[in-house]
């Protein structure tokens, strides 16, 4: 028998407008009972206005063994990031 | 009686169910099942605290207005005897295993957010202010309470029997719920109290729902305990307030 209910992945949306965040995880026996659990533990502070629960186990995640050929690449492609537009400086908010 | 004494008595009565049973709720932090539960169990007795101190709040503005003085909130939670608290029987029955806690709170919640919805009405105020406030915490409260008594019921042969014995024997402490004594009934009458005899066949209809689909039995109409509104207590009350009172009587007015 299973002792330990399973993993789920928290997401909180905490405004109008503004995608979910991941917040953390915790333990339910179930969905409805992850999005319970979730409001207790992540929204008493007002901090939400919308709840995703994503069962831990049906996260597909990039390996830590991999970091080196799927992001090293891009490290010395500085062209890549759009900071060599001279901007004029009535621009804001840039 | 003055009127401000009969609402005065039946502030406490609100006041007093709630701050036993947070008292209660507040027993299980760091011996919950699981730290989500543990978590998610005691907000609701921080909810049911917060709505204590409004209704002890306003006690203590109307004892003053027939008194020589108003106590504090301290004063009303901490520094009375056993005799003198009007809460419910329900509230002061120990939290014993999860099933008989969340029992408990099941029938406590149906009839919290009915009576409130109702309170919300009321010809006073501010009665009516404080009952709005705490109706929105009390509606997830009962959804909590309603999905685990479910969930018990529903699961495993050793949860359905422990929800289904604890339903049973907290199921004579619902009766008081429902009564309406001579200080309510002049309350009532003013509109400012709840008619809770009319509360009744709501709560049967919600609870018996609810154990249903539980595939738990509801208990038949038996004998009920009563008592609380009266001061009468079950020996459980002296208990819990030897505790829940011993920083107070040892340190009294202290502040921190």
Known sequence: MQVEWPLWEIFIRSQHGLAHKHVGSLHAADAEMAIKNARDVYTRRNEGVSIWVVASADVSASAPGEKEPLFEPA?????????????PDEVKHI | MTSDALLFD?????????????????????????????IALTNVGLDLLGQARLWFGYAGEVEARFASRGRSEDELAFLRDASAYRNLLLAEQPNGNYAQTIARQFYFDVWHQL???????????????IAAKGWKEVRYHV???????????DGTGESHAKIQSAIDDLWMYTGEMFEADATERTLIAEGIACDAPALAAAWHEQVGAVLEQATLITPA????????????????????????????RAYPGVRW
């Open chain 2, 221 to 248: 109409l038996a004998w009920m305990q009563s008592g609380g509104r009266r001061g009468v207590h079950t020996e459980h009350l002296g208990h819990l307030l030897a505790e829940m009172q011993s920083l107070q």
């Open chain 2, 143 to 153: 959804e909590r309470s309603a999905a685990w008594v479910i969930r018990l019921g």
């Open chain 2, 115 to 129: 009576l409130l919805a109702q309170l919300a009405h009321s010809r006073d105020a501010r009665v009516a202010e």
């Open chain 1, 75 to 87: 490290n010395s492609k500085v062209y890549r990031h759009p900071t060599f537009f001279p901007m």
């Open chain 2, 10 to 38: 039946y502030l406490l009565r609100l006041a007093d169910s709630d701050l036993i049973l947070a008292q209660h709720l507040g027993e299980w932090i760091g011996h919950g099942p699981v730290l989500e539960e543990d």
